[in-house]
């Protein structure tokens, strides 16, 4: 048992801590109506307080003045994903993507998706002349099911695969329109709203059909590539990157502002050309006497497809395993992106008619999610498919941050089966579809426009791209400006502004088919309750005397064992009958708010001094 001493240290702390518990269970009876909450009343409105910004009293937006340029980051520049721009004149508004984030376990337990917060957009969608996509990769396209009809079905203008995978996505939305589209290319100069042309351009990706935009205003020109790294020989860039990013200005039509993919950022030098790795993926698919396997993103379509057509070229089938995976290559197919030569891709069954080494496998799975297709197979749970140790395995994947643990544990069970595993650490065969910051930097230079916006990436990302611009590329530090989402920066040839006032910025989340704001104190209790566990006290009380009727009951989930912990239940009954005496004895009627406040409060104190633990502490106390 601990002393007497440390418990006053830890006592403080929690004292707020845990009264802030108190007051959300009792908001939360209100809808709920459970037991004795009902009764509990609300006096004071602080989820309202705390969100009045962006639901009561509508922050002022300031308006626009004659002839400037807004940009509006409504998400992607304080996390990686959740990408989404708004470039507005004083007649027109373009969404330039519409990304999801990935919901983290440790951030925001229980979501599935983080999407951008839409509601400057939805008060002014009368002004949107359309939604212009980069590529169709989910942190781009993924939100468009849970926005798209909520901003009135703008026209979508981006390339042919993107517009499949779009219309992949929106496919389990069943209540959604069909979109519509105008796709584009590279060399395209369209023209939209009043008068504003827009000229693509070709972006290198690992995915096709990723293109860049020029908005051609008439302060210049604000443009967006999306992410980007460069093909290039050995860090001499091609052909192909000096024309697209080299062309976009011409006399009397100035780049004005650059907004760029601030990913790998952090990373010096060069990232690796996508031909070379795919070029060393191959020599292994050659070189193998046995089947080859190789993990790698869903989302790495160039890859792949380029993968399929090496092992056709060897003579070798390929089967694909893994939902995404199957998924990805079916919209190239379908789309006319990717023509696989006949009889190219078999299934598991029909692998079983030729000789190993004619058999190439891709799949899902390179970050140990626990239901993909690597890790079936590695822990034998896979219908089909069973490794032996004459296989290879090419894991042309990094390590996801927060996936190292999952990652450990498929490594360890492929190791099982005494097989060769190749890793990107060791061989050339994963590269980034995000340059390295020399290649940001000479992306940056070669466009050359008067301001600097780093958007895609962590806050601290963003800052490293802004000074890396400043340091090593000699811009004027002035011109940059660092966004947070919901920054509303209007921008003209003289100079910009960055607003105090910001777009409605709250962080919105789906759960399941729900969309909405989150509220940080559920998050908070998400955490509180896989960290600490929850504790749940019953007791019956004499409404009239205030007396116990019988021994409490007592329920708690992830804090202790209660079998284990008899002494510690023993002190805690005794408490919660001397606490409930205390503030019940003598008061008729009994004030239950008082009593259960105050139960929270000294259990709380003697779970902390007993245990080191803070959970949430639900006290129901119920007079009859
Ligand atoms: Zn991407």
New binding site residues.
Partial sequence: MNTHNQVSNQSHGKHSHKSGHNKHTSRKSHGGGRGSFKRQPSPRKEGFTRQKTTHHNKPHIPELAPGDIRIIPLGGVEQIGQNMNVIETNDDIFVVDIGIQFSSELETPGVDYIIPNIKYLVERKDKIRGVFV??G?L??IGAFPYIIDQIGYPKVYCGLLTKWMIDKRNDEFPHLQKLEYEVIEPGNRITIGNDIKVQVFAVT???PD?IGFSFETPQGNVILA??TKLEHIDTEPVQREHDAYGKLARPGQENLIFLSDSTSAEKPGWSKNESDIIENILQLVKESKSRVFLGTFA?QISRITAVLDGAHQFGKKVVLEGRSMKTNVDICIKSGRYVPPKGLIISADEANNYPPDKLVYLLTGSQGEEFAALMRISSKKHPKIRFNDRDTVILSSSVIPGNAVAIQKMKDNLARHDLRIVEYQTSEIHAS??GNQDELLWIQKTVGAKFFMPVHGHHAMLKVHAQAVVERNGFDRKNIVVPDNGSIIDVNRDGFTVHKQKAPNNVTVVEGFRVGDIQDVVVRDRKTLTKEGIFVVIATIDPKTGKMRKSPDIISRGFVYLRDSKELIQGARTLIKQSIIRNSKGKNPVDFEIVKKRLADDLGRYLVQNTGKRPIIIPVVLGV
Avoid: K, L, N, V
Wanted: charged share 15%; hydrophobic share 15%; proline share 0%.
């Fill in positions: 980069t590529h990769h942190d781009h990706h690992s995915i990723a999306g992410d989302s579809g995000h």
